[in-house]
C-alpha cells in the first residue's frame, strides 16, 4: 500500500520561503519505466498543474508550470521528497500536492499530467500575501 503525506505549507508574507515535504510509504511496482515522484499544485479555480519531479535514478523533470524559485529535492534514507520555494509571491496560493507512480523516463522528465500519476497525497496548503 503506497502513501504520501505532505507537510510544511502554511501562511507566509511575500519574499518569504517555505520548504514543503513528502513522506512516502510503501513500494510502487515498476511497470513501465522508473519510479517519478513529483510536485503539483493547484490553485482555488484552476486546473491542477505539475512543477518538478524526479526518477529513482535522482534525475530531475521540469513541467511547464515550472517556476524559477522552486527547487526539488529528497532523502533517500528518509523516503522523503522536498520542494523549496523562495521568494514566494500571492499567485503561489494554493494547494500543493505530491504524487507518485512508475511511469516512462520521458514523462518524468517534464511532469507528465495527473493522469499519469496514480498515487497522491492529501495536499497541504500553501498561502502567501
Known amino acids: 500500500h503506497v502513501q504520501l503525506v505532505e507537510s510544511g505549507g502554511g501562511s507566509v508574507q511575500a519574499g518569504g520561503s517555505l520548504r514543503l515535504s513528502c513522506q512516502v510509504s510503501?513500494?510502487?511496482?515498476?511497470?513501465?519505466?522508473?519510479?517519478?515522484t513529483a510536485w503539483f499544485r493547484q490553485a482555488p479555480g484552476k486546473e491542477r498543474e505539475g512543477l518538478v519531479a524526479i526518477d529513482n535514478a535522482g534525475n530531475p523533470g521540469y513541467g511547464e508550470f515550472m517556476k524559477g524559485h522552486t527547487k526539488i529535492s529528497r532523502d533517500v534514507a528518509k523516503n522523503t521528497l522536498y520542494l523549496e520555494m523562495n521568494n514566494l509571491k500571492p499567485e503561489d496560493t494554493a494547494t500543493y500536492y505530491c504524487?507518485?507512480?512508475?511511469?516512462?523516463?520521458?514523462?518524468?522528465?517534464?511532469?507528465?499530467?495527473?493522469?499519469?500519476?496514480?498515487?497522491w497525497g492529501q495536499g497541504t496548503q500553501v498561502t502567501v500575501s
Open positions: 510503501g513500494t510502487i511496482k515498476n511497470r513501465d519505466g522508473r519510479n517519478c
Open positions: 504524487a507518485a507512480d512508475a511511469i516512462p523516463r520521458a514523462a518524468c522528465a517534464k511532469v507528465a499530467g495527473t493522469g499519469y500519476f496514480k498515487y
